[in-house]
């Protein structure tokens, strides 16, 4: 499952400079950055040879920073090899609105049925004979030579051409409504600055970037992390106030937000520890007894919570029945699921759990912990105000690597009992057993919903990150529903 990367380069003023030659980073995970420098900044994907993560060839855009320090050999004046194919442009336009999730993408369907309605367009300028040396070093124009050449039109899997690439400068300086600000070209560089003018004598390392997040670690002159920096996309931009909200009432918790910016910038200081992906039921038990007294607070005083998403059943219903639809026909038990959705929720209200703050992504993986156990959860951009069940089916159904619907954690059962107990002697009278048992299919339609609102808020080049997850997490809503 390796992952092999080309970059694009350009310097800051956009002008397009060439190609790396390939190489392979130590993960297959497309958002993870970390080592591709020094020298360069990596601002988004441009192109992947598969319809989703992870491994296969992947191609980013990358911002040159510093010439001297780059280490990645330009392809320039020649330095890539053979004959110039068919030149194709991408258009990256989204597709039209999809009368069933506008304004922008159809997320109900498969990352290549998304990109296959983006058919590049041949540019006739040039034949398939013309030698791709002659483009000058400071052409407009790069083609992607590192994989074979194709006939016009030809697609690959992720449903672009596999051959006669171009990247035009024109095109990798388009603005895109949806492109967050650190995927701008200058981006990254303006983030950089903001952070180390709040804390001088520190250097940047890129680790992370993807449609939802980019994060630097900030290191001081002794090469120690001292912070992070941490930028989300316009959706995620209630992250910060979050992070204070839940520090009042519990504090250490999380990470302490030393400042934050614009364009959804925060700088956290650095928790020691490490991220605990694959943790056992031991550390989730430890999770779940600290979270718990947090959601039992915004059970009693939800009003805080008036900016973060609203996840209640009675808001969300119409969004399941739109991202569902177009699966009717396909998916055998959906349709029975979707219409029965009005008698669960009446089923889900009796138990008389309340609604309070979901963290919404609370898995081992979103935790660290330090030499002396104290936990710090971090991630808080996919928080709502919604169901309790959501947190503890998510951190009890985690696989090793964090993924959603793993095989769960070993020692679920008692997990879910303990979580019971704790919620039956905060809301006495309440049946939380029954809540999430009730509540298992919703968790997997409820990260369906997510992953369709991800879509329909990105950049349609950064779709394959998400695509698939839709139609994955409606069907695990119905088999749940079944057992």
């Not at 994989?147 to 039109?153: N, V």
């Not at 992390?225 to 918790?253: I, N, Y």
């Not at 990470?255 to 520890?273: K, S, T």
Request: proline content about 10%; hydrophobic content about 40%; aromatic content about 6%.
């Amino acid at each position: 499952m390796a992952r092999t990367v080309t970059l694009v380069l350009v310097d800051p003023s956009g002008r397009l400079l060439g190609e790396t030659e390939p190489f392979e980073p130590a993960v297959p995970w497309w958002q993870d950055v970390a080592g591709f420098g020094p020298g360069l900044q990596v601002l988004r994907l441009l192109h992947s040879d598969k319809p989703a993560p992870p491994g296969g060839h992947v191609t980013y855009l990358a911002e040159l920073t510093d010439e001297a320090a780059n280490i990645r050999k330009i392809g320039r004046s020649g330095a890539l090899s053979g004959d110039v194919a068919p030149l194709a442009t991408y258009d990256q336009r989204p597709p039209a609105p999809s009368s069933v999730n506008p304004p922008n993408a159809d997320p109900t369907r498969s990352a290549g049925e998304q990109h296959s309605e983006r058919v590049p367009s041949v540019n006739p300028a040039r034949s398939a004979g013309e030698p791709h040396s002659e483009q000058s070093p400071n052409a407009e124009t790069v083609r992607g030579a590192t994989e074979p050449t194709a006939s016009a039109g030809e697609v690959g899997g992720a449903g672009e051409p596999r051959g006669g690439r171009v990247w035009s400068a024109e095109s990798l300086r388009a603005p895109h409504s949806k492109r967050a600000a650190y995927a701008e070209i200058g981006g990254p560089t303006a983030t950089i600055e903001w952070a180390t003018g709040i804390l001088p004598g520190t250097t940047a390392y890129q680790c992370r970037t993807w449609n939802l997040s980019a994060i630097w670690r900030l290191d001081d002159e002794r090469g120690q992390p001292v912070a992070w920096v941490k930028q989300v996309p316009r959706f995620f931009g209630h992250e910060p106030s979050m992070l204070r909200l839940v520090d009042s009432v519990a504090p250490g918790l999380v990470p302490q937000l030393i400042a934050e910016g614009d364009h959804g910038r925060m700088l956290l200081a650095h928790a020691p520890g490490e991220d605990r992906y694959g943790a056992g039921a031991d550390l989730c038990a430890t999770i779940a007894a600290a979270f718990h007294p947090i959601q039992a607070h915004f059970a009693v005083d939800p009003a805080p919570l008036k900016d973060i998403p609203d996840a209640r059943f009675a808001k969300t219903l119409d969004a399941y029945v739109r991202i569902a639809e177009p699966h009717f026909d396909s998916m055998p038990g959906l349709r029975e699921f979707i219409d029965d959705l009005p008698r669960r929720f009446a089923d889900i209200a009796e138990c008389g759990l309340p609604d309070t703050l979901v963290h919404g992504d609370l898995h081992p993986g979103n935790v660290r912990t330090d030499d002396a156990g104290r936990l710090t959860i971090m991630d808080w951009g996919d928080c709502v105000l919604g169901h309790p069940a959501l947190d503890i089916l998510r951190l009890t159904g985690a696989s090793a690597d964090g993924g959603e619907r793993g095989e769960g954690v070993p020692g679920r059962a008692r997990l879910l009992a303990e979580w019971a107990d704790r919620w039956r002697e905060t809301v006495p009278g309440s049946d939380p057993v029954r809540a999430v048992e009730l509540m298992r299919p919703m968790a997997d339609l409820r990260g369906a919903l997510i992953y369709s609102e991800f879509l329909g808020n990105i950049e349609p080049t950064e779709w394959p990150y998400h695509a698939d997850d839709v139609p994955a997490g409606l069907a695990a809503a119905v088999a749940a529903a079944r057992r």
